[in-house]
Antibody, heavy 116, light 108 residues
């Protein structure tokens, strides 16, 4: 059974930083691309970033490019999202998802709140 | 970036009725790389359809997807009480993935 468990969310001031983690199990982690998707309170889904299975290729939404960095540690089967220069509009529930195209498996999400 | 526009924004129907949801792309979605999700309040999205028309494992056959190119549809043949939710389309034909804004299917 695929399991994805996000952590690292919290309250941060505008301009601050946070690092999200997603611990994965139940599948061969290094064989799959991984993706972060976010959902602002009461809003729709927004793709944030995708990383290839090897970690060699990364892709970002324009809204986070240059501020967020996706990475992975295949030995620890863990996905990361380093978020810098956070803005109020980054407030959202951040989901870790399995694969880089469509998403069968989702974590429960980690809430990031950017507020002064 | 491929922009996905979903319509209508809200669909008010009664149980047993047929629901037709639309997803229009700003440019052609390659290889019919389109998925549909259902999301209920407080829950994570659930994959319904991928490849524009292939039902995910365990999805009832009252859900069907169709279309190609820039125009896609999700049809729910007969609405069950548990089908009232928000539905999102998502394209994965380009390296920059995008979601539509969602259609809420509510009880009339």
């Amino acid at each position: 059974e695929v399991q994805l468990l996000e952590s690292g969310g919290g309250l941060v001031q505008p301009g601050g930083s946070l690092r999200l983690s997603c611990a994965a199990s139940g599948f061969t982690f290094s064989n799959y691309a991984m993706t972060w998707v976010r959902q602002a309170p009461g809003k729709g889904l927004e793709w944030v970033s995708t990383i290839s299975g090897s970690g060699d290729s990364t892709y970002y939404a324009d809204s986070v490019k240059g501020r967020f960095t996706i990475s992975r540690d295949n030995s620890r089967t863990t996905l990361y999202l380093q978020m810098n220069s956070l803005r109020v509009e980054d407030t959202a529930l951040y989901f870790c998802t399995h694969s880089g195209n469509y998403f069968l498996n989702w974590g429960q999400g980690s809430l990031v709140t950017v507020s002064s | 970036e491929i922009v996905l526009t979903q319509s209508p924004g809200t669909l008010s129907l009664s149980p047993g009725e047929r629901a037709t949801l639309s997803c229009r792309a700003s440019q052609r979605v390659g290889s019919s790389s389109l998925a549909w999700y259902q999301q209920k309040p407080g829950q994570v999205p659930r994959l319904l359809i991928y490849g524009a028309s292939t039902r995910a494992t365990g999805i009832p056959d009252r859900f069907s997807g169709g279309g190609s190119g820039t125009d896609f549809t999700l049809t729910i043949s007969r609405l069950e009480p548990e089908d009232f939710a928000v539905y999102y389309c998502q394209q994965y034909g380009s390296s920059h993935l995008t979601f539509g804004g969602g259609t809420k299917v509510e009880i009339k």
